[in-house]
């Protein structure tokens, strides 16, 4: 099953499965997945691909974020060391029966397709993860994997 998975996975980044054999097998051998890293992989992995993949997509969108740290995205987390996400430090999403009202205010709208269109796939993509399907509710990486979601109305 595990093989599976992860042969699925290599396949899928390198684009190259079955046929073909442009190139030595040795070096086009992908890392792990990301959801089979041991911890110490998946912080090495964020040094290497997370980190720089997203400062230059954030950096597009706001030439602020040159300076943009683990920190941005776990917020204390990268200080204690847990990484543990959602962050408490991102600002929170309000819940899902005001979000219309909160898409209103240009300045979240605007964020909110910067978010939708690239930080949220982009992100599943690196991570090689299935992303939350809204329309079928069908588990998967989403707003809230970084977001804290506020409580809504009972
Ligand atoms: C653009 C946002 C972003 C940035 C920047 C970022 N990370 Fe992450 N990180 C994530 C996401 C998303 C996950 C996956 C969390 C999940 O499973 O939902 C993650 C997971 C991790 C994990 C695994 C946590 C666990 O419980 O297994 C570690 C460790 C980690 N990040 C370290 C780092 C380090 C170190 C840096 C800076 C070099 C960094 N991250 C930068 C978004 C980010
Ligand atoms: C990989 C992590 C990640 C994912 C996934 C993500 N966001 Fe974000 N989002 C962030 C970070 C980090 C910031 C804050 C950047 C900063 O420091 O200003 C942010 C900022 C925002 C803001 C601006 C909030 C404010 O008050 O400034 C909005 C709105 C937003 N996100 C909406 C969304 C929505 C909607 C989704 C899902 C479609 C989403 N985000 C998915 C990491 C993420």
Request: hydrophobic share 20%; glycine share 0%.
């Given at each position: 099953m595990i093989m599976k998975r992860l042969s699925i996975a290599v396949c899928l980044f390198a684009a190259a499965c079955g046929g073909g054999d442009d190139g030595d097998p040795d070096v086009e051998q992908e890392p792990t997945a990301y959801e089979d890293m041991t911890f110490e992989q998946r912080s090495a992995f964020m040094a290497e691909v997370v980190l720089p993949e997203m400062t230059e997509l954030f950096v597009a969108f706001d030439p602020k974020f040159s300076t943009m740290s683990c920190n941005t995205c776990h917020g204390d987390g990268a200080i204690d060391g847990t990484y543990a996400l959602p962050s408490p430090q991102v600002p929170p999403l309000p819940p899902e029966e005001e979000f219309e009202e909160y898409m209103q205010d240009p300045e979240n709208a605007k964020w909110g397709m910067f978010m939708l269109e690239e930080v949220w796939p982009e992100m599943a993509r690196l991570l090689q993860v299935p992303m939350y399907d809204?329309?079928?509710?069908?588990e998967g990486f989403s707003c809230a994997n970084c977001h804290t979601v506020q409580p809504g109305v009972e």
């Open positions: 809204p329309a079928t509710h069908t």
